[in-house]
């Protein structure tokens, strides 16, 4: 048997996104973005109000980073999505954050966060929906495995369970993509 909850946006896994920006004066601000992943080919997508710090960075700045929420940062990451910067402007460093630019775009690396999708702006809709162009991903050597790829476990990241507001580290793997299925017959 079945139960009925109604219409719930719950999805899971949710990964927890940390968006990385820079403002005018070029001070580093992170948020918390449980709503996002890949758009298309190459691209990102977050949701994103019109009040948040970080909507105003990317519009001025026109580049962001998403890095991962690790099981190590728990903390600082909740922290970013609980605390504004429009109210707290330096929560960034409050959180312990430290930021290195990026290469590629003009946003920050977050050094304790040791996975950053590295966006372009393509742009804005009109619901809210931030559409950025990965440009480069970067990885600490830390979580990568011995043939140079991101070991998924090292990595460590948390989902959100939007159901009972708890994170959730990584689990075991339990299969191989575009392979188990052609065991049925």
Not at 61 to 69: N, P, Q, R, Y
Not at 126 to 151: F, M, P, Q, R, T
Request: with cysteine.
């Amino acid at each position: 048997m079945r139960k009925n909850f109604g219409a719930k946006s719950w999805l899971y896994p949710m990964p927890v996104l940390i968006i990385g920006t820079y403002d005018e004066n070029g001070t580093p601000n992170a948020m918390n973005a449980a709503w996002g992943g890949i758009y298309d080919t190459n691209q990102v997508m977050v949701c994103l109000a019109d009040d948040h710090k970080t909507t105003e960075n990317i519009k001025a700045t026109e580049a962001f980073t998403v890095s991962f929420a690790t099981a190590k940062t728990v903390a600082a990451c909740d922290y970013v999505g609980i605390v504004s910067a429009n109210d707290v402007p330096d929560k960034f460093a409050k959180a312990g954050f430290h930021a290195t630019k990026s290469e590629y775009v003009n946003a920050p690396i977050i050094e304790e966060l040791p996975m950053t999708v590295e966006c372009k702006l393509i742009k804005f809709n009109e619901d809210g929906i931030c559409i950025g162009e990965i440009v480069n991903v970067s990885a600490d050597e830390s979580v990568l495995d011995e043939n140079g790829k991101v070991d998924a476990k090292k990595l460590d990241p948390i989902i959100y369970d939007s159901v009972t507001h708890v994170y959730w580290n990584f689990g075991e793997k339990v299969g191989k993509a575009f392979s188990d299925g052609k065991k049925i017959k």
